[in-house]
């Protein structure tokens, strides 16, 4: 699911598989990852600044 997806993430402290396969990374859940990155995802952001990232128009 994670090469399939446009938008993949890995959380910090992940499977290093997990890490791998994601286009891109997320802060921990201690760190409120989760809500950090669908606070950040919108148009014409790049979330994290992850270079792998899609830039969405």
Sequence with gaps: ??????WSFAMEGAHPEVIRRARCRAPSNDAD???RTITEARPGHVILHCPACPTRE
């Design 33 to 35: 990852g989760v809500l």
């Design 1 to 6: 699911m994670l090469d399939a997806a446009e």
